[in-house]
């Protein structure tokens, strides 16, 4: 029935419906914009007029980063340690290719913790952006998502928040690591006690059933039998399990000296605790992650003392020019300049002045630093070439050695430092150069009655 | 050959961890027993009740035990509550709806949890010493836990066999209408059942924060829900003794498959994972009650 009020009121219904779409769509637009692009439109722009003085032109670095979801804090961190770098290697010529200076520039997203957000901005970055090196997303499974866009595209990315080996197993040619991989966490950990005690030999492993834990688990194995240990006790246990009595009981019976295990900050606190329950002995305990986080001696107390944890980096190492092994260069900022530079970044570019500073920071500004050098290196920003000369690059850093595997990418230069609680502190302990204090060994609150 | 501490501890582990099983599960049997509603946001109360004793505990230094009954009373008013606001229109409703339902209310909950209390991971200790039996230690705070679980076991049973309350619950449970005909508020019965299972699925939350002291954040529940499923289902849904047989027969369940598996790993070498395996297992036994008893193992 087609009246003429109908149709009117139709028409006017159409109208009315267009002018909602269009309002959303300028909305949604503007937000785009406003969370895409505004970070570093305002903060960057100042300097860029700047730097026409004083440089041939700029070189861009993508990255995708996590600063709102729930990598948020890890992210933040990671963007202002690589700012901090990109600023201090600017303010120190910048990288020089040809005889002509030129200024880095970090252009970034924010990939809200979402891997959909994070390939649209690698791809982004690539193709509209025009970078020629990535850095990559924070964490594994991220990095994993945007692994395999920056090697269909043929473009240079550097991993600093993706420890897992597997990655690196994929064949893919463009993308490397400057972090220990999981498979090495715990190197350094068993050379120190070799050093400590070279007749320690009954070694327990005990790790959480997930693919990062097994990863570090089975490396560690490895390694340990390289070095002479016997293996007395090796299983996993479920990520939700509620009682861990009886395995713990198990692993008492195998009577191990050394126990090195965990997976992540709950079940860690869980194994620490029950293992003190089950009323086991060890000349020293090692525990992946969780003893890293301040709670861990808050919720544990005096039972915390002496657990050590292995870690990619802790703001009290002592990495220096003076301390660079030989085969290496020292290259970049020392970690006093780097503290007041992420401490500038943070308070006045992010706003953030109580960021906090963390390994994050530090792997997101050893990633900058890897691609300035290799950049200088090949003398070219063509992403085949950055990528051969990446792997003639050794060099050491406030985040200690770089340097990686032609074939597969991986990092094989860097180590993890030992980090130990003694008297409600985290202290370094390992390697020795580096390190502020000496290792409580055997601990006398797990070894001695 | 096994080791004898071994076994004994996994004895003594199956029976503590079995009465928290047990507790866990006649929660969320009673609201489905009665009302014949499945709360799927089950894990969320477990996760109030742990919440409620780290605080009274860490902030106030209330004893832990003390904690236990007033979880239940903020999670029987709390149960009240819902059931007027929510789940009264929802009594003989599609299975759906009341899943749908239940599953909002938990994810409502975690998530007001996470924004009040961040999703720190939080603990606390309660040492209160520990028993030494032939080289095995028990840990007095576990066998706390687990007495009071049975504590709460036995006070619901003698509420539901031997009150005129439990009565009318029973007459509710068999015949609604009839047990209308005869004078029974029957909305008042769903109600104070629904309290009550919410009530002791809080105070469950309580019981758990004792025995573990670990872990306690605002998803720590999910788990559990899954658990309290698997043992209402072998228990028989809605009884209220099966659930705590249930509970540590699965208790049991789980000590025996690692011992066996550990055993067939030693004795032939395998590349096997015994303590993962006990999940599978738990399963398996579930996939095995379910096509020789679907009725569940303790239901009349």
């Known amino acids: 029935m087609p009246s003429p009020l109908r149709a009117a009121a139709s028409n006017r219904a159409v109208i009315v419906l267009a002018a909602i779409v269009l309002v959303a769509v300028v909305a949604a637009a503007a937000i785009l914009l406003l969370r895409g692009g505004g970070g570093e439109a305002e903060t960057e722009a100042p300097q860029v007029q700047q730097a026409e003085e004083k440089f041939a032109g700029t070189i861009k670095i993508g990255a995708s980063l996590s600063l709102t979801g729930r990598y948020s804090t890890e992210g933040t961190r990671t963007l202002a340690g690589a700012l901090a770098v990109v600023e201090w ?251 007041e530079y992420y401490n500038r970044v943070a308070a006045e570019v992010l706003g953030k002045p109580d960021l906090g500073l963390s390994y994050h920071a530090a792997e997101g500004g050893a990633a900058v630093l890897f691609i300035a050098k290799a950049i200088e290196e090949a003398q070219s920003l063509d992403p085949d070439r950055i990528r051969d000369a990446m792997n003639k690059i050794r060099i050491y850093t406030f985040f200690g050695k770089l340097q990686i595997d032609p074939e597969t990418g991986l990092q094989i230069g860097h180590e993890m430092v030992v980090a130990q609680w003694q008297n409600g502190k985290r202290v370094v302990v390992w390697p020795e150069v580096v390190a502020e204090a000496a290792p409580v060994y055997p601990s006398p609150v797990w070894w001695e009655d | 050959m096994v080791d004898p501490a071994l076994v004994l501890s996994s004895v003594v582990t199956a029976l503590l961890v079995g009465c928290i099983y047990g507790v866990l599960t006649l929660g969320l049997n009673i609201v489905f027993g009665v009302l014949r509603i499945v709360n799927v946001g089950f894990g969320a109360f477990v996760m109030l009740g742990a919440y409620i004793t780290y605080f009274l505990y860490k902030d106030y230094g209330v004893n832990p035990l003390l904690t236990i009954p007033v979880s239940f009373a903020i999670g029987f008013a709390l149960g009240y509550a819902m059931y007027y606001a929510a789940f009264r229109r929802l009594v003989g409703a599609p299975e759906l709806s009341t899943l749908l339902a239940t599953f909002a209310v938990g994810v409502l909950i975690q998530e007001l949890a996470r924004i009040a209390w961040s999703p720190d991971i939080r603990g606390f200790t309660w040492d209160i010493g520990v028993l030494e039996l032939a080289g095995v230690r028990i840990v007095y705070s576990k066998v706390v836990a687990a007495l009071s679980a049975l504590a709460v076991v036995a006070g619901v049973y003698y509420l539901f066999t031997r009150t005129r309350f439990g009565l009318a619950v029973r007459a509710v449970v068999q015949d609604p209408e009839g047990a209308m005909v005869v004078g029974i508020n029957v909305d008042r019965i769903y109600a104070v059942s629904m309290a009550l299972g919410i009530g002791v699925t809080v105070a469950g939350g309580s019981i758990l924060a004792i025995y573990l002291q670990q872990g306690i954040e605002p998803y720590m529940g ?79």
């Open chain 1, 89 to 339: 290697i600017n303010d120190n010529g910048g990288v020089e290719i040809g005889g002509k200076r030129y200024k880095l520039e970090l252009i970034y997203y924010d990939d809200e913790s979402q891997p959909d957000r994070v390939i649209a901005i690698v791809e982004k970055l690539i193709k509209e952006d025009g970078v020629k090196v990535l850095l990559a997303p924070y964490s594994s499974g991220l990095t994993a998502k945007a692994a395999p866009v920056a090697e269909r595209y043929g473009v240079v990315m550097v991993s600093h928040g993706g420890a897992s080996d597997k990655i690196f197993q994929q064949g893919y040619k463009y993308v490397v690591q400057v972090l220990t991989p999981a498979s090495r966490y715990f190197q350094s950990t068993l050379d120190m006690i070799r050093k400590l005690d070279p007749d320690a030999k009954r070694l327990a492993i005990i790790y959480k059933e997930s693919e990062f834990a097994r990863t570090v688990a089975e490396g560690t194995r490895e390694y340990a039998e390289k070095l002479g240990f016997e293996i007395v006790f090796f299983e996993s246990y479920p990520a939700d399990a509620t009682d861990l009595t009886p395995i713990l009981t198990k692993l008492k019976a195998a009577q191990p000296e050394i126990i090195l295990g965990g997976g992540h900050f709950k079940d860690g606190v869980l194994l620490v605790k029950q293992m003190k329950e089950v009323g086991i002995k060890a000349k020293l305990i090692g525990i992946l992650v969780a003893p890293a986080h301040p709670d861990f001696y808050k919720e544990l107390g005096e039972i915390a003392e002496t657990i050590v944890y292995p870690s990619q980096w802790e703001p009290s190492v002592k990495y220096s020019p003076e301390n660079t092994p030989p085969g290496y260069e020292w290259y970049g900022p020392t970690i006093e300049e780097f503290v």
């Open chain 2, 222 to 300: 999910i788990p559990y829900t899954l658990l309290a499923f698997v043992i209402a289902v072998m228990a028989g849904l809605g009884s209220i003794l099966g659930s705590l047989y249930a509970g540590i027969l699965f208790g049991f369940f789980e000590a025996a498959s690692f011992l066996a598996f550990s055993m067939i790993k030693d004795a032939l070498g395998l590349d096997i994972l015994p303590y993962v395996l006990t999940r599978s297992a738990a399963f398996f036994l579930l996939l095995l009650t379910l096509l020789l008893k679907p009725e569940g193992l303790f239901r009349r």
